[in-house]
């Protein structure tokens, strides 16, 4: 269950990584922090027993915070 659940994580950071071509870094961290984040919180749901759909989007939404408030802010890229 867990190879499974880090296999989907990887291929949807992947993917989600891949999209960030025509993004400014502040859009590009914000994205990538959220896929990071909701690959990451829904392992952690799943290995502790707990809902990996609730560990995805609080570890999603966490993470897309991290990633924009990280970024240097410039929006003219």
């Known amino acids: ?3 499974k659940i880090a296999a989907i994580g990887v291929v949807g950071t992947a993917l989600a990584l891949g999209a960030c071509e025509g ?15 909701a690959a990451g919180g829904a392992a952690l749901g799943a290995i502790t027993g707990g809902s990996a759909a609730t560990g ?3 570890g999603g939404a966490a993470g897309a915070g991290a990633g924009y408030l990280t970024s240097d802010g410039d929006q003219d890229d």
């Open 1 to 3: 269950m867990i190879r």
């Open 23 to 37: 993004m400014n870094e502040t859009q590009q961290r914000t994205l990538s922090g959220g896929a990071i984040g």
């Open 56 to 58: 995805a989007i609080i």
